[in-house]
């Protein structure tokens, strides 16, 4: 069964740092890109970062910002530990939210097939 | 960015009812559309990829059509355990976009 689980979720002070970090489970972990997506408060998704597989060639991922993060979160990958991690820094208020981990279908898709619960990040002095 | 525009915002319908939710891509995606079912503290749940597959597992009585810049999800007999969000995202470039949601209640 494929599963993806969240952690790291927790208060910060505007201006900190939280690390999240996403395990997957069921599937062939370094054949697949993943991603973070957030909901805020009353809002809906928001699709935050992604990472591809790392390069048999270049031994690099590709990675994607939304405009609202980028400059301040960075998105890694460890295959030896089916983990994905989102380094967050100068956080805002606007930052709070749900974090979810999602996978992508497969093959360069956008399509993102598993997800976890999520992790609360809330922002607040 | 792609905006994508679901309607209605909000539904609310009996059990066996037909329900409709549209969701339109503010420029052409093919049927790079896909839509997610999410229920509160649950993990969001994709129904529907490339407009019209049904996800593994998912009930047949979820369907999706569209193409270009106007999509459909169908319910055709709604049940119960269908109360949540439905949201549509397109896949066809980053940023993946989604629609701001439609909250279907049960009566």
């Known amino acids: 069964e494929v599963q993806v689980l969240e952690s790291g979720g927790g208060l910060a002070q505007p201006g900190g740092s939280l690390r999240l970090s996403c395990v997957g489970s069921?599937?062939?972990?370094?054949?697949?890109?993943m991603n973070w997506v957030r909901q805020g408060p009353g809002k809906g998704l928001e699709w935050v970062s992604s990472?591809?597989?790392?390069?048999?060639?270049?031994?690099?991922?590709?990675?994607n910002y939304a405009d609202s993060v980028k400059g301040r979160f960075t998105i890694s990958r460890d295959d030896a530990k089916n983990s994905v991690y989102l380094q967050m820094n100068s956080l805002r208020d606007d930052d709070t939210a749900v974090y979810y981990c999602?996978?992508?279908?497969?093959?360069?898709?956008?399509?993102?097939?598993?997800w976890g619960r999520g992790t609360l990040v809330t922002v607040s002095s | 960015d792609i905006q994508m525009t679901q309607s209605p915002s909000s539904l609310s319908a009996s059990v066996g009812d037909k329900v409709t939710i549209t969701c339109r891509a503010s420029?052409?995606?093919?049927?790079?559309l896909n839509w997610f079912q999410h229920k509160p503290g649950k993990a969001p749940q994709l129904l529907i990829y490339?407009?019209?597959r049904l996800h593994s597992g998912v009930p047949s009585r979820f369907s999706g059509t569209g193409s270009g810049t106007d999509f459909t999800l169908t319910i055709s007999s709604l049940q119960p355990e269908d109360s949540a969000t439905y949201y549509c995202?397109?896949?066809?470039?980053?940023?993946?976009?989604f629609g701001q949601g439609t909250k279907l209640e049960i009566k």
């Open positions: 420029q052409y995606i093919t049927n790079y």
């Open positions: 995202q397109q896949s066809y470039e980053t940023p993946r976009t």
């Open positions: 999602a996978r992508d279908r497969c093959c360069g898709t956008l399509d993102l097939d598993y």
């Open positions: 990472i591809t597989t790392i390069s048999s060639i270049t031994s690099t991922s590709d990675v």
């Open positions: 490339s407009a019209s």
């Open positions: 069921g599937f062939d972990f370094r054949s697949y890109s």
